[in-house]
């Protein structure tokens, strides 16, 4: 069997945690902030687990992680 290739665009932006979960960033950070609270703007920083509905995709296209 050959290799899997890792689609290189999901691995930049998932991680995998010591337990196998899918950790990854929030999105809406990135431009249009002045609107935005800072309370909100607060918690898009901190980084989130992937949803279990995706993770069974993710796994697929990550196969190495």
Do not use: C, E, Q, W
């Not at 290189?8 to 196998?20: D, I, W």
């Amino acid at each position: 069997m050959p290799k899997i290739k890792t689609k290189r665009a999901a691995a930049k932006r998932f991680s995998t945690t010591g337990t196998g979960k899918l950790k990854r960033n929030k999105a809406y950070k990135s431009h249009i902030l002045t609107k935005k609270t800072t309370k909100r703007k607060r918690n898009l920083r901190k980084s989130a687990m992937t949803d279990a509905t995706n993770v069974k995709t993710m796994k697929k296209v990550l196969p190495y992680s």
